[in-house]
């Protein structure tokens, strides 16, 4: 074969290549874009991509744990008074939509809730946002938005894990702990389809396991607020996973007394 119809041959090869690989691409994808997919194609499934949750997917990218939130609010907190039940609230966006100022008037409670936060950013800030305040109580909500996975996918035992050693912490600094149930939820509006009601209460149950064999305090929110579906009603909450006043109505008194409790216990 001569050398003319050798480059012939593999000229022709080459166009059957690239046609071959143009019609892989994705419709309305040049050739200089490469193997780059659109923005919007990279988000996983049930993402809710508004500008709330772009902004907190590049948050995690610069400040996994929050750190920013509160560090200049925790530098200019002046120390605990002689006397003073210095309580911290720990938590996401249900601790954080709590007017702890209206709920318990003229307590020292702090709250240091992060809304869409998960029990792995909660740890990372937990030295920095609580023990660093001094406080004598630490009340801990988190677990909902591991299940709905906004940090991405975790199991049961990640989350254990994670509240174990924020308690774990906490105690090793002098400070009593309160762990309390995570909050009926039957659907997450911005993860749909992931029935969350059996997995609350399976993690729930291992909460106050893991508080009655470490001598904690459990408050258990779940019971007062669940309806017959396993979830808050509406009368309750707006979005089945935030409460209304009128949930924090009934989450008030427990609290206060898991506090109280915590005060008078030798943990």
């Known amino acids: ?70 560090r200049e609010a925790d530098l200019q907190l002046a120390p605990p008074a002689k006397g003073e039940d210095r309580v911290v609230f720990m938590g996401d966006s249900i601790t954080e939509g709590w007017k702890l100022n209206e709920a318990f008037p003229g307590k020292p409670y702090i709250n240091r809730g992060i809304g869409g936060q998960t029990s792995p950013q909660m740890l990372v800030r937990f030295r920095q946002d609580v023990v660093d305040l001094k406080p004598k109580v630490v009340v801990i909500l988190a677990g909902t938005n591991d299940i ?43 993860a749909p389809g992931l029935q969350p009601a059996q997995r609350i209460i399976a993690l729930n149950s291992w909460i106050k396991e893991y508080a009655q064999q470490k001598g904690y305090v459990y408050v258990d929110y779940h019971s ?19 409460p209304l006043p009128a949930g924090f109505e009934i989450m008030t008194p427990l609290a206060e007394a898991g506090i109280e409790k915590a005060l008078k216990s030798r943990q």
């Open 1 to 70: 074969m001569d050398t003319k119809r050798i480059l012939v041959r593999s000229i022709l090869t080459t166009s059957v290549l690239i046609a071959f690989l143009l019609a892989l691409m994705p419709l309305g994808q040049s050739a200089s874009a490469g193997s780059q997919a659109p923005a919007a194609q990279t988000l996983p499934s049930g993402h809710p991509n508004t500008p709330y949750w772009v902004e907190h997917d590049q948050q995690l990218d610069v400040d996994f744990g929050g750190l920013d939130r509160f």
């Open 148 to 190: 709905a996975g906004n940090t991405g996918p975790m199991t049961l035992i990640q989350t254990e894990d994670d509240l174990a050693s924020m308690a774990e912490i906490a105690h090793a600094n002098g400070i009593r702990v309160v762990l309390c149930s995570v909050l009926p939820a039957f659907d997450f509006s911005w």
């Open 224 to 242: 007062a607020l669940k309806d017959d579906r396993g979830g808050l009603p509406a009368a309750l909450s707006s979005d089945g996973v935030h």
